[in-house]
Each structure stands twice: as structure tokens, then as C-alpha cells.
């Protein structure tokens, strides 16, 4: 029996939902077709459409050539960005030595 992956955490689902759904609505407005899309990223119809849905069996290399094809990829460059990370700046600055030796 294989085994299934557990199912992500909600706000995952969520932020995967409504990435999906922004990638739909930019596929309308650029008024290009499923097949066409499905083809530009070299997946099934059927894959294109559980992307639009959030889902997260699609693998991310998908959904940033979707990005690509659709002329929004350099958002994606940002979403780990260290500069932006408080929690990982925090930590670091403790990690610092409170004094250098002299030699």
C-alpha cells in the first residue's frame, strides 16, 4: 500500500487555495486557454486544474512556471526573502558575540 502524504497544515491549504485562484484569475485576464496554458507548462489539463485549486500534490517547480508564463515570477524571489524575516533576524543578532577577543 503506498504512502499517502499527510495533508498540510490549514493556513498551508489556504495560501495554496488562493495562490491557485490568483493564478486562474491572471490566466482569464490574459485571456489564454486551458490547453494552451496546460501546454506552456508542458502538464496535463487535468494538473493545470488541480493547481488552480491550491492543490498541493502539485509539485512547486509547476506552480512557479506558471508564475513564469504569466509574467509574475520575480514576486516569487521574494517569499523567503531574510531581509523580511524578524523572527530569523532576532535569532541571529543573539547568536552574536557580546565581545570580540583581542588578540
Given at each position: 500500500m503506498p504512502r499517502r502524504t499527510p495533508p498540510p497544515p490549514l493556513p498551508v491549504r489556504r495560501a495554496l487555495r488562493k495562490l491557485g485562484s490568483d493564478i486562474r484569475e491572471a490566466r482569464l485576464r490574459r485571456r489564454i486557454q486551458t490547453a494552451v496554458m496546460a501546454d506552456r507548462l508542458q502538464v496535463s489539463r487535468p494538473t493545470?486544474?488541480?493547481?488552480?485549486?491550491?492543490?498541493?500534490?502539485?509539485?512547486?517547480?509547476?506552480?512557479?512556471?506558471?508564475?513564469?508564463?504569466?509574467g509574475i515570477v520575480d514576486r516569487l524571489m521574494d517569499l523567503a526573502d531574510i531581509s523580511r524575516d524578524p523572527v530569523?533576524?532576532?535569532?541571529?543578532?543573539?547568536?552574536?558575540?557580546?565581545r570580540i577577543a583581542s588578540k
Open positions: 493545470l486544474w488541480k493547481l488552480e485549486q491550491g492543490d498541493p500534490s502539485v509539485g512547486m517547480g509547476v506552480y512557479a512556471t506558471a508564475l513564469y508564463v504569466l530569523g533576524q532576532q535569532l541571529a543578532s543573539e547568536a552574536l558575540p557580546k
